[in-house]
């Protein structure tokens, strides 16, 4: 189908873009459009404004200062897959990346944009979770930082109020040789996944697993930390069968089944994907591939 | 805004209209400027058979409202086609392949690859098939667009080399 009527605001300023969020009944952030405008033509969404931020400069830079790596919410999903800076840093975010859709929605569709739309098989939201990113917000009066966790507000919904714009989010950075595994399994490439994990860990100084963070898309209706599974892995030697018993914690997540999987196999699926990706950030920690 | 005006240069030729802010790229670069060779799938983003290139890189024009062409370079199948009529490469080996039937989504296969095929000259049978997972096919079975793609790096390699 096609979109229904709207008027068209292209805003050239996060203060304008802010402001007309803030004046306009009913009104919509168009950013990369790769979800939206779907929901758009299949008349899911009936805003009276539409707002472009699409030709906003300051929502557009890759930086990394004092180990935190800062992407604008404005930046591509394809420039992030194929940033020099992004995969020295965080390589986790350039392998991850090539699950997201396909070339020509990663070439339109925005980190800050996925953030937003906050779908629960979502890659970047759940990188963000894993990273404990910060989420920049800007609203009419003021700005501010959110936590990732904070951010995820619920099932397709961020914390965000009707007057704020997502600005940039921050990223920490693990230390030049931490490891990291991205598994994901999706019925056909570029599809949304059955479940999908992520997994970063640094070795402590006796070779044993420092620090430790998982996370897993696709299984519940937010993407969700594996807290009770770092704390097992946290000073541990790391071994098959730790990797193995850390994964199982999935299966004691809430799930939500659909026509794509029933909660049960999501959940199975998700073990498999944690584990799989738990042996690759640890073969990869320490030797300085990671860099 | 309820109308917009859109300036695009479509395969080198400008073109400036004014639109509903509504109108997608896809439907304007069909109704508006009559160049019916970017097909209409899904209107949704699945099938890619409106895949055209803006400003170089592969979009679904299905997922772009015209407005925000406003200013872009714009290829679409019809600008494959040397002036002399002789089909671009990736054509021909489509072609000789028989890299289509119906050929409804050969257009969003031929801009797909002619991006690809520009940053991965030499690519593998698995690669191609990851830079078409985009673009479904329900008649050819991929086997022979694979082919195509594949010897169509072939005959693109040495204009490059």
Known sequence: MKPPPFEYHLARSVPEAVGLLSQLPNAKVLAGGQSLMAMLNLRYVHPDHLIDINRIPELDGIDIQDGVLRIGAMVRQRRIETSAEARAAAPILCEALRHVGHRQTRNRGTLGGSLCHLDPSAELPTLALLYGATVHVAGPDRTRAVAMADFIGGYMTASIGPDELVTAVDFPLWTNDHGYGFSEFARRRGDFAIAAAGVLIERASDGRIGKVAIAVAGVDAVPVRLGEAEAMLRHKAASDELFASAAETCLSLKAIGDVHGSAAYRKKVAVAMVRRSLASACERAGRGSAR | ?161
Request: glycine share 12%.
């Open chain 2, 1 to 161: 805004m309820r109308s917009c005006n859109v300036r695009v240069i479509v395969n080198g030729r400008t073109y400036e209209r004014t639109v509903p802010p509504r109108l997608t790229l896809a439907d304007f670069l069909r109704h508006e400027l009559g160049l019916t060779g970017t097909h209409i799938g899904c209107e949704h983003g699945v099938c890619g058979a409106c895949t055209v290139l803006v400003d170089g890189a592969s979009a679904r024009s299905c997922l772009m409202l015209a407005a925000q062409a406003d200013g872009a370079e714009i290829r679409t199948v019809e600008g494959l086609k040397g002036s002399d009529g002789v089909l671009h490469p990736i054509q021909q080996a489509f072609h000789e392949h028989h890299g289509l039937q119906c050929g409804y989504c050969t257009p969003g296969m031929l801009m797909t690859l002619v991006e690809f095929l520009g940053e991965n000259p030499k690519p593998t049978a698995e690669e191609v098939r990851d830079a078409i997972s985009g673009n479904l096919c329900r008649c050819t079975g991929y086997h022979r667009i694979v082919d195509a793609a594949l010897d169509a790096a072939r005959r693109l390699a040495p204009r490059e080399g």
